[in-house]
């Protein structure tokens, strides 16, 4: 057994830690040594709780000497989006306005966690308020991507992507509005799942889009993704729109791994024009591979995606921009006073602090969207919005009559040069064009490493979906996917990352 | 409270303004429910309690919290629906209204748009003459209540010249149950009577449904008026067929009284504007109990724009046709019967019963009843010297702190023979002044009719030989003139003595 925690999957930790080959403060230990190392170049962190999760694998340690029966996962550490309101940990968002604000409460996700005794190394970097497709949104920095630190991470959950990819931590948690997990897993070489809506409980999760948000596991493995799924997922009272049933038996999915029978549904409207010929590359052959093991692949034809993109650009903004009326300086977070105002009222105070403390993208979204819900537009642009929404969702019905999961490339390119799209909103947005049909439907869906692209050797991901519920197969084909990928690789793509030099740490 | 600044404006006789205009009203009231826990979270809803001590992350809107719907609160607003004979949504949503108010926590609030969960219901009120008026129910829906602002240093306390502004967030949050109805017309120099009917006959309902306290000074239930005036039609042109006027919006109608007043006061206003032939500005009033006059406030043009979207933080709500008519079981019966039969049981007369409504004191009445009192004892209480002083002091009844119980007990004092009319009238005063329940204010204050026949004996022989030439004309048969020998006795006795005994032993001494 290689013997740096750092490099080994979670399920293997989890293994050793049961074992007792390995504590879980060694194990919490070598990370934060690792992230110390590392996260200078890479930045993938808001804040480090090296005090906190080290008590926490104290706490699991001493419970497993004295014979308590544990979760699965206790004592594996683990990294959060900063997008999850951490008790007594600071919560940013990536945003300004936020700067400081620690909460008073923990995220019902953030509690399982802690429930099943994972300690929590810290935060992790995202595009402001999770408006983005490469961190760079947000107000404290971009992340760097590990595979090429002049390279974006993807976005807005590069943080919790770049963390696993660096080997800073064995899992992280993500949200994924329109991509936010499956995008950055796929340019960073590592595996993001979202999961159905309302599959994890939202309570506690700095709303983006209520009606898209999703939070879910970033890992290295297949596996490790199914079992940090089993620990988040569930039923949550506080969560009117979770789902009140028992989470997909994903692990046992992923350890099955046989696609033997199974009906594969190539999106016709995803993967044409507009995808670099690397990722085409590797996601051909990824198919090629899930034929050869018994699957059946057919073509699928989902006509409304093509307008998935627009509509998704008027239902977020809508959201999002009632959301984010909250940040008012008036009970927490940034206060700013307008300059040459003497006496200010507190609109005037709102209005200084938004303008101090959000930055341009979340500006821009917030017009967008107060713009489309205004009185005369409303119809036209967020009721016309849901009309294509509704569409998007028969689609996906209709595709699923006819076969058991669909599959597309993850995001059309590979990672590019921190800066390349950042006066681009429009190229910047389509990178999202083949993750948010399943944010607007509700349906499950998965990242997992296809290869790396010829023209420059930069990971490449496939997407694999499944019907609403049905989060299971997305672990039952992924895994098997992955098993004949990694074969094929001899070892694990990220393998093939150049190592990252310890400086500036 | 008032403002030193308000200017009385120039308006037109009551009277006159009728002749010319015909006013519609809009009436909008709030309803707080008595749920135990707020709208959309689990904090306790009790009023009083100290400033932000009944406040969550949701209810505080902090970054990640989720509402999550009170069924208690739904059953409550399907209640109130059904006793408004409305239809009940199949099928409804809550949707967010936008716009920034700091005691609004996140700078929206969730209420319903135009999928309210009842609609298109009646309310059938009974006025002082007898006449009935069926006030027609728009929706009703449900919302959040916001929090509360407290502007610190300023004249007014209001948010104009206030040095600094505290918020207490207990309120937000606190289920609300908006009851709007369709244009008020027809009522013609009704509409002020018809207002105040309305509000009454909606606060016994919602009381007899159990659903709020319904107290107006402390805002459970609170009513804007809306009131516009248009020309009386003229020739063979129908009323209805004349378009409305422009309408102004009065809120801080805190008290059934001013509920009538209010509409009065701004129909007389409305007609001095008009009559000038000046336009009537779409704004929002503040009413001033204590001047009764409504001074400006925010103008409210229809371009506000509250961008209302379905709340995508919460659920369909969506009750069965069983769940609905399971509820329909639990409604009280229906005012207008209610009337009827407790006028029955009461014994009382059409004229004494259209006062007991008048005066807002059914459910008092029936309350005072119940803990023991006579009908005709409570009646004459309630409406007689509570009424009348709450009328003097421009004040509800319900605001003296005097409770069916202490009532019922006053009237048991009076049956013993304990106290006399006047003293009784002492003793309520007594209890109006916080000195305690009716036995504890008359031990207090000496008040006891004399039972020592001995002494009223004597009293009555006494004014007898000091009155013989009266004393004779008794014993000759004018029994009227005992009269003045009774208030003879009487004052000998200071009041402490039962009228009728004295009468009855002059009467036998005389005979």
Known sequence: MNTDPTRLSAAELAHAIASKELSSVEVVQAHLDRIAAVDADVHAFLHVDGAGALDAARAVDERRASGEDLHVLAGVPIAVKDVMATKGLPTTCGSKILEGWIPPYDATLVSRLKAAGMPILGKTNMDEFAMGSSTEHSAYGPTHNPWDLTRIPGGSGGGSSAVVAAYEAPLAIGTDTGGSIRQPASVTGTVGVKPTYGGVSRYGLVALASSLDQAGPCTRTVLDAALLHSVIGGHDPMDSTSINAPVPSVVEAARRADVKGLKVGVIKELGGEGYQAGVRARFDESVTLLQEAGAEVVEVSCPSFDYALAAYYLILPSEASSNLAKFDAMRYGLRVLPEGIEDPSAEQVMAATRDAGFGDEVKRRIILGTYALSSGYYDAYYGQAQKVRRLIANDFSTAFEQVDVLVSPTAPTTAFKLGDKLDDPMSMYLQDVATIPANLAGVPGMSLPSGLADEDGLPTGIQILAPATQDERLYNVGAALEKMLVDRWGGPLLAKAPQLTAKGA | ?511
């Open chain 2, 1 to 511: 409270m008032s403002s030193a600044t308000s200017v009385a404006e120039e308006i037109v006789d009551y009277d006159e303004a009728l002749e010319r205009y015909d006013p519609v009203m809009g009436l909008e009231v709030h309803v707080e429910l008595n749920t135990a826990t707020k709208m959309f979270c689990g904090c306790a809803t009790g009023f009083g309690a100290d400033p932000n001590s009944q406040v969550c992350p949701v209810c505080l809107g902090l970054p990640g919290a989720l509402p999550v719907v009170n069924e208690k609160a739904v059953e409550s607003a399907i209640r109130i629906g059904l006793a408004l004979n409305c239809e009940i949504a199949e099928w409804c949503r809550f949707a967010r209204k936008n716009y920034f108010y700091p005691d609004m926590p996140k700078n929206f609030q969730t209420s319903q748009y135009d999928e309210p969960i009842a609609f298109e219901g009646h309310l059938d009120v009974e006025l002082g003459d007898g006449t009935t008026y069926r006030v027609e129910i728009e929706r009703a829906h449900m919302e959040e209540d916001t929090g509360k602002s407290l502007h610190i240093g300023g004249a007014t306390g209001r948010i104009h010249g206030a040095d600094h502004s505290l918020v207490d967030y207990n309120r937000a949050g606190i289920p609300l149950i908006e009851i709007v109805t369709k244009p008020l017309t027809g009522a013609g120099k009704r509409a002020p009577e018809v207002a105040k009917a309305y509000v009454g006959a909606l606060r016994e309902l919602l009381r007899a449904l159990g659903v709020s306290d319904v107290k107006m000074e402390q805002g459970s239930l609170r009513c804007d008026a809306n009131v516009s005036l248009r020309p009386r039609a003229t020739g063979d042109q129908s009323q209805d067929d004349v378009p409305l006027g422009t309408r102004t919006e009065t809120k801080n109608v805190n008290s059934l009284r001013s509920v009538e007043r209010a509409v009065r006061y701004e129909i007389t206003r409305h007609a001095a504007i008009l009559d000038r032939g000046d336009k009537i500005t779409q704004e929002t009033r503040h009413w001033h109990e204590d001047t009764g006059v409504t001074t400006s406030g925010r103008e409210k043009s229809d371009a506000e724009d509250y961008r209302y979207f379905p709340e995508p933080d919460l659920v369909p709500v969506a009750p069965t046709r069983e769940t609905v008519e399971m509820l329909r079981g639990t409604l009280p019966e229906a005012p207008g019967e209610r009337r009827r039969r407790l006028q029955n049981d009461w014994g009382y007369s059409d004229l004494e019963m259209r006062d007991v409504m008048n005066a807002g004191a059914v459910a008092l009445i029936e309350e005072t009843v119940a803990a023991g009192a006579t009908p005709a004892g409570a009646r004459k209480w309630w409406t007689g010297e509570l009424a009348r002083r709450a009328n003097v002091e421009g004040r509800s009844v319900e605001e003296f702190g005097v409770t069916p119980a202490h009532i019922a007990e006053l009237d048991r004092l009076v049956r013993d023979g304990r106290l006399n009319d006047s003293m009784a009238r002492q003793v309520l005063e007594g209890v109006i002044a916080g000195e305690g329940a009716p036995t504890e204010v008359a031990d207090a204050r000496g008040l006891e009719l004399v039972q020592d026949d001995g002494a009223l004996e004597a009293a009555v022989d006494k004014v007898i030989e000091a009155n013989a030439e009266v004393a004779q004309k008794v014993r000759d048969g004018k029994v009227q003139a005992a009269g003045a020998l009774i208030g003879q006795v009487m004052k000998e006795m200071k009041g402490q003595a039962d009228a009728g005994k004295a009468r009855e032993l002059i009467l036998a001494k005389l005979s």
